[in-house]
């Protein structure tokens, strides 16, 4: 719980890459704010059924840095 200042600070202090929103907003238009807690990138809206292939792009992209 917490507003939202005090959870984006946990989320930061956690390591996270990123932090889901999901409010009244975007509940009531079927869509998950994601905002980059460790890149200067702007906040992306993403529909519901779009959120795993952006994980799953994350990933290959984590793979081939390290590979």
Known sequence: ???FAQQFKR???SGAKF???IADE????DFISLKYL???QEQ???AFEALVGFFLAQDKNYQ???D
């Open 11 to 13: 989320a930061d202090k």
């Open 26 to 29: 975007e509940l009531s238009k």
């Open 64 to 66: 081939n840095k390290i």
């Open 19 to 21: 932090a889901l929103v």
């Open 44 to 46: 992306q809206k993403l």
């Open 1 to 3: 719980g917490g507003s």
């Open 38 to 40: 460790r890149e200067e």
